[in-house]
C-alpha cells in the first residue's frame, strides 16, 4: 500500500465531501480514490467512512484519525515545497485569518499584485475578528492589531494604523460638535466597539500632551465589526473612533468630519503571526514580505 497517498487520498475525500470531487482535486480515477481508502481501512482495521448512495460522514475512529493525519499531510506537502525548487516558486495552499475591515479594504483591494508574483499560491482568507488556534484550526498565520498576549506565539510587527475621531454631518447638524472628550459622556453618544470573544467594549481613549483620558462614552448601538462601526458613523448614529484609512475617502469626500482634532489616538500596532510548532515556510515568507511591502507602500509603517 502507497500509506501517504492513502491518506491524502482520505483527507481529500473528507474536505470534499465525496469521491468523484476528491478524485477530481488529485488528478486520480475515482477507483483509485476508491482502493486508496479500502487499503487504509483495512491496514487500521477500523472503518474509517460510512457511505451511502446520497452521503459521506466520518466515523469516530475517521474523525480522530482524521484530526491527526490532516496536519501531517500539511507538513509532509510544506516540506516537500520548502525544497530548492519551490523556494523559487513557492506553490500550494496558504491559510490566513484576519479581521473584516484589514481584509476588505486594505488587503484584498492589493492582492492582484501578490498573485502576479506568487501566481502558484493558493490563498485561504478567513475573515474575522475571533481568536484563532493556529494549530488546531490548521491557520499558517494570522494578522492582528492590538497587544499580543500569547507569548509562545512569534510575531512580526508590519506596522501601525492611526486612528481619527469622526462623525456624519447628519449627526453633527443634530446634536453639534464636541469640544472635548468629556462630552462624549453627557451630550453627545459614540457607536462603540465590542469584542466577539468577551463582549467587553474597547476602551475609548484620548491623548493630548501628557493628558490621558479613558471615557465611558454614552451609546446608542454597540457593534463587533469594523465595517458595521464605520455604517453606522455614516448613518449618522453617533460618533466613531476607526482607522484613518477606513474614514479618509468619506472625510474626503464630506460624508465625515473629522473631531477633536487636538486629541490623538494610540495609534494600533498591527503584527503577523505564526507558531512557533511550525518553521517559516517559503509561502509564509513570500506573503509576510508582501505585506511589509503593502504596509510601506501605504504609509503605514
Not at 112 to 136: A, C, H, N, T, Y
Not at 227 to 245: C, R, Y
Not at 255 to 265: G, H, R, V, Y
Request: with cysteine.
Amino acid at each position: 500500500m502507497d500509506y501517504f497517498n492513502a491518506v491524502k487520498a482520505f483527507t481529500q475525500v473528507v474536505e470534499a465531501g465525496s469521491f468523484t470531487k476528491a478524485a477530481q482535486a488529485l488528478n486520480l480515477p475515482r477507483n483509485t480514490v476508491t482502493k486508496h481508502i479500502q487499503s487504509l481501512e483495512s491496514h487500521l482495521r477500523v472503518k474509517l467512512l460510512n457511505r451511502t448512495t446520497r452521503r459521506i460522514s466520518l466515523t469516530n475512529d475517521g474523525t480522530a484519525y482524521y484530526e491527526r493525519m490532516v496536519r501531517v499531510v500539511d507538513q509532509w506537502l510544506e516540506a516537500e515545497s520548502d525544497m530548492a525548487s519551490a523556494q523559487a516558486r513557492p506553490n500550494g495552499r496558504l491559510r490566513v485569518d484576519m479581521g473584516a475591515t484589514m481584509a476588505s479594504m486594505l488587503v484584498l483591494p492589493a492582492l492582484p499584485d501578490f498573485q502576479k508574483r506568487w501566481p502558484e499560491l493558493q490563498l485561504d482568507i478567513g475573515v474575522s475578528d475571533r481568536m484563532v488556534d493556529l494549530l488546531g484550526d490548521r491557520v499558517d498565520c494570522v494578522i492582528r492589531g492590538g497587544t499580543l498576549n500569547d507569548p509562545s506565539l512569534i510575531a512580526r510587527r508590519l506596522g501601525s494604523l492611526p486612528f481619527v475621531t469622526c462623525a456624519a454631518q447628519d449627526y453633527l447638524a443634530a446634536q453639534g460638535s464636541p469640544q472635548h472628550p468629556s462630552e462624549l459622556e453627557k451630550d453627545q453618544q459614540m457607536v462603540r466597539y465590542f469584542y466577539a470573544s468577551t463582549h467587553r467594549r474597547q476602551p475609548v481613549e484620548f491623548v493630548r500632551g501628557d493628558e490621558r483620558l479613558s471615557i465611558n462614552a454614552n451609546y446608542f448601538v454597540s457593534v463587533n465589526d469594523s465595517n458595521a462601526l464605520l455604517a453606522a458613523a455614516l448613518a449618522g448614529l453617533g460618533i466613531v473612533q476607526v482607522p484613518m484609512f477606513m474614514a479618509e475617502p468619506h472625510l474626503k469626500s464630506g460624508a465625515l468630519i473629522q473631531l477633536l482634532e487636538d486629541w490623538s489616538l494610540e495609534p494600533n500596532p498591527i503584527y503577523i503571526v505564526y507558531s512557533p510548532n511550525r518553521h517559516l515556510s517559503a509561502r509564509v515568507r513570500v506573503f509576510v514580505d508582501w505585506m511589509v511591502e503593502l504596509f510601506e507602500a501605504k504609509g503605514l509603517r
